[in-house]
C-alpha cells in the first residue's frame, strides 16, 4: 500500500536522451533508455501527483495517467519545460540531455566528396534546462541527477551547487544504463543517503518518498 504522498502536486519531469541532428539522416545523442525517469513519472502518479513527462527518443510505453510530451532535442526540450516549470511544485531532472549540438543543421545528407576528407563539426551549447527552472523566481521544488563514472559524491555536491538545486541523486553510471537496476545516492545540503540497490521502480518510489517530505 503507497500512501497518496504527493496528492494534489504537480510534478514535472525529463527523461531519456536528446538527439542533436547533423543532417537528415545523422546526428550525436547521449546514452539513457529513459527507464529511471518512467519510473519515478509511474511512482509519482501512483503516490496521488498529477505528472507531465517529458520524453526524448525512447522506446518505452507512457505510465498511466501520465500525460507526455515527446520532444527530440534539448531545445525542444527546454521550450517543453520552461513555460509550465512554474505551475509545478516538483522538477525531477532525469534526462540525458545532450551539452552540445552542431552549430548548424545541414538541409540535406553530408556526402563522401571522393576525396580522404572527412568532416568537422563546429558545436554550440545547448541550454541547461534544470539550472533554467532553477532560475525561475516561483520554482518548483527541484532535483537533478548525477551520471557519473567515479567521485559520484563529489560530482552530485558540486551540482547541487552550481546549479543550484536542493537535491541531486546520483547513480553510477555507466553499468546503469538499460538495466532495471540501480543504486542511487541523494545528496543534499544536509549530508548524503544511499538508497540501496533495487529495481529502478523501487528505487522510484523511494526517492518520491523522499522527495514528499521535502516539500
Ligand atoms: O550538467 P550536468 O550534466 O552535469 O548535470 C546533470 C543534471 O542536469 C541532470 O539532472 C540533467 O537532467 C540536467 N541537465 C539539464 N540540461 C542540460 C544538461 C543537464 O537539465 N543541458
Known sequence: FQPKLLAGRRVLITAGPTFE???PVRGITNLSSGKMGFAIARAAQEAGAQVTLVAGPVHLPTPRHVQRIDVRSAQQMHDAVLPQAAAHDVFVATAAVADWRPATLAE????????????????TENPDILAAVARLPDRPYCVGFAAESQDLARHA?????????????GNLGPATFGRDDNTLLLVDAHGEREIATADKLGLARELVREIATRL
Open 108 to 123: 540535406h545528407k553530408i556526402k563522401k566528396d571522393g576525396t580522404q576528407r572527412v568532416p568537422s563539426f563546429e558545436m
Open 21 to 23: 541532428a547533423i543532417d
Open 157 to 169: 555536491r558540486e551540482k547541487l551547487v552550481r546549479k543550484n538545486v536542493p537535491l541531486v541523486v
